[in-house]
């Protein structure tokens, strides 16, 4: 199969034959065996969607603090401008959707980090290194 995203000519004899990843997309497993793929850098689909790549990830540990960070937020900025709950969270959501943006998928690898998993290969390895998203060795 031909690398449709032209990242250094990478074939099927290059690439074990296995999928072609984007650039800026790394590959994480653990010692099970089991792999994830993940977007380095801004989380567009958190921005358009929420808190929903969280729950389409299964990632529940992240989901749940980013429920409570909101909650939370909410709650003060409600308290803040004197206004009822359901006045003031949809205010508030929006800023906090662009932060989530901008951090989930480095909370994702993180916490992936955290329960084991490690880079499949150079170029992810190298890919989270450049982007801060894993600490050199």
């Not at 980013?66 to 004197?82: D, H, K, N, P, Q």
């Not at 959501?93 to 980090?113: D, M, P």
């Amino acid at each position: 199969m031909q690398n449709p995203f032209g990242n250094n000519g990478n074939n099927d004899d290059q690439n074990n034959n296995q999928i072609p990843i984007p650039p800026n997309f790394a590959v994480v497993k653990n010692q099970d065996g089991n792999m994830r793929i993940g977007k380095v850098g801004f989380s567009w689909t958190t921005l358009l969607f929420g808190l929903l790549p969280a729950i389409f990830r299964s990632d529940w540990y992240n989901f749940f603090c980013m429920v409570g960070v909101e909650l939370i937020v909410g709650m003060g900025f409600s308290m803040a401008i004197g206004q009822p709950f359901t006045t003031a969270y949809p205010m508030i959501a929006y800023v906090l959707q662009i932060g989530w943006a901008g951090f989930y998928n480095l909370f994702y690898f993180r916490h992936l980090f955290n329960k084991g998993f490690q880079p499949a290969d150079k170029r992810s390895k190298d890919l989270l290194i450049s982007s801060h998203y894993l600490k050199e060795d």
